[in-house]
């Protein structure tokens, strides 16, 4: 049986506020990456190898909770598109629905009580399956068949973010909530 803790419920203002935060951080943190690979001459790949859209998404869930965690994921790269052109718009419905289940996996664990490391390893691969997933399912509908090696490559490209993510969403939960779960 789960241990559930009991936290102070959080107000539909703090998750509205949380979710709009959440898509700005969204949105502006894979710039920042874009514009350092720019000037470092590695253009997107610092973007795929930290995964910075995916680090607010995440904490997102684990702050807010379910709804504002999974609106948040699925209405960032949809918006960053719209304002940026990016992510690519083959990779968009795919990014859309992988952050949407990062968000809501995360949201459905924020009181479950487990450190907040296992939640971020969970949420990632919930989200990360349900990419292959979705990717599987849009490449066959296409006839294609590299969509094994999309979903091995971006796992190998975003290792650097993986780790980012264990070592920041944890201690920013820590520091937010101000406990371990």
């Given amino acids: 049986m789960e241990k559930i803790l009991t936290t102070k419920k959080i107000s539909v203002k703090t998750q509205v506020i949380g979710g709009f935060i959440t898509i700005i951080a969204a949105i502006a943190l894979p710039q920042l990456f874009h514009l350092m690979g720019q000037a470092s001459g590695l253009g997107t790949a610092l973007g795929e190898a930290f995964l910075p ?3 607010p998404i995440i904490l997102a869930g684990l702050l807010c909770g379910p709804c504002t ?11 960053s598109f719209l ?7 083959e990779m968009l419905p795919f990014m859309c629905i992988e952050l949407c289940v990062y968000g809501l996996a995360a949201g459905l664990l924020r009181n479950v009580k487990m450190p907040a490391l ?3 390893i969970i ?9 292959a997933g979705a990717i599987l399912i849009g490449t066959s509908f296409f006839g294609s068949t590299i969509a094994v090696s999309i979903i091995w490559t ?5 290792v650097f973010g993986i780790a980012l993510q264990w070592a920041l969403i944890p201690l920013i ?5 101000g406990n371990s779960h």
């Avoid at 965690?69 to 918006?79: E, F, W």
């Avoid at 939960?173 to 909530?177: A, Q």
């Fill in 69 to 79: 965690g999974a609106a948040a994921g699925a209405v960032s790269p949809l918006l």
């Fill in 83 to 89: 304002l940026t052109g990016m992510p690519k718009i």
């Fill in 53 to 55: 859209m995916h680090l």
């Fill in 154 to 158: 971006s796992i190998a490209a975003g």
């Fill in 123 to 131: 949420a990632q691969i919930a989200g990360r399956a349900v990419r």
């Fill in 173 to 177: 939960v820590y520091r937010v909530r």
């Fill in 118 to 120: 296992v939640k971020v």
